[in-house]
């Protein structure tokens, strides 16, 4: 039976996006972050993160730190009751990049590698899911992923109209997403 997911893009989405976060220290969670990811749990969707991570190609920190604070943000979540399904990054960059990570790849947002390889791993439905970023590629990987409910949050930032057409809304923050989908839910 296949399961739906919320696909969340890391950093602007659920933390601040200090530029190239590496370390716990750094790491800042958006408001309402842990109630809104509980809340979609609750509702059946699995909890996915897809991040692009070019400061790995880079060389701003490898591969092993990522994978560090990555097992450190899932045990903040756990503690919050909530479970991340899957982590995908990549830590490619076309133009940008040491030389083994230096190269266009079908992963780095806006291609759609990643949900499409966490929807096969966890046997997604893509039609009943939702994508979460906050930049104009995490709608364009949504859409060519044929993910069905594509969500722009502004975390401070503001989006062309070019990238407001491609997301289904824009909100302040995750938070508000739950808050939309709560009320739609009730209305049905």
């Not at 933390?15 to 220290?25: A, I, L, Q, R, T």
């Not at 960059?93 to 759609?112: F, G, S, V």
């Not at 364009?140 to 057409?165: C, H, I, M, P």
Request: hydrophobic share 35%; proline share 4%.
């Amino acid at each position: 039976m296949q399961t739906k997911a919320l696909f969340l893009d890391r950093d602007g989405v659920v933390n601040v996006d200090h530029g190239y976060v590496s370390k716990p220290e750094q790491f800042e969670f958006i408001d309402g972050v842990f109630e809104a990811t509980k809340w979609f749990q609750q509702q059946g969707f699995e909890i996915v993160i897809v991040t692009n991570q070019s400061g790995i190609g880079r060389g701003y920190y490898d591969e092993k730190t990522f994978n560090e604070l990555t097992r450190w943000m899932k045990g903040e979540f756990a503690k919050h009751e909530v479970q991340i399904a899957d982590v995908q990054f990549c830590p490619h960059h076309p133009t940008n990049a040491q030389p083994e990570y230096l190269k266009a790849c079908d992963c780095r947002k806006p291609e759609p590698g990643m949900l499409l390889t966490a929807a096969k791993k966890l046997n997604i439905d893509m039609t009943k899911s939702i994508m979460i970023g906050d930049k104009g590629s995490d709608m364009k990987a949504a859409r060519s992923a044929n993910v069905q409910f594509k969500y722009l949050v502004e975390s401070g930032q503001t989006f062309s109209d070019q990238d407001k057409e491609l997301a289904d809304g824009v909100f302040p923050n995750l938070h508000s997403v739950m808050k939309y989908w709560q009320l739609t839910q009730s209305s049905q």
